[in-house]
């Protein structure tokens, strides 16, 4: 049942992966990945929140949404690789920027949505 649980969060996480990037990086005209930060920011809220409501989550939900959606959601490998392409068009600033400000951000929405669920 959990693998279920975790399939059916990843079928409406990922393409609202896909759908929130492009909403977002359509609205900036920049090279810097904002769809991927975002998405990336919105599923560290989501995961603190869960987080902070430690036990009292029932292992199902945490399953559906955290692995599931939060999973498909977010993407590491997408970052990374946007990142590298911001090295190799020579958008040094950029890729630091990406980096940093995703790290700030993805924590500091982790922490904040621990606070709001603690």
């Known amino acids: 049942m959990t693998l279920v649980l ?25 090279i810097f990945p904002w769809g991927t930060m975002t998405v990336n920011v919105v599923g560290c ?3 603190g929140f869960l987080a902070g409501l430690g036990t009292s989550l029932p292992s199902g939900v945490a399953a559906l949404v955290g692995s599931g959606f939060c999973g498909a959601l977010t993407t590491y490998s997408t970052f990374s690789y946007e990142t590298l392409r911001l090295v190799e068009q020579r958008a040094y600033l950029y890729a630091v ?4 400000i995703s790290l700030i951000a993805g924590l500091g929405a982790v922490f904040l949505g621990y606070a709001l669920a603690a």
């Open 6 to 30: 975790v399939f059916l969060g990843a079928v409406v996480g990922a393409p609202m992966r896909y759908l929130t990037d492009r909403a977002v990086q359509i609205r900036h005209d920049s």
């Open 45 to 47: 809220l989501v995961l």
């Open 97 to 100: 920027m990406n980096v940093l």
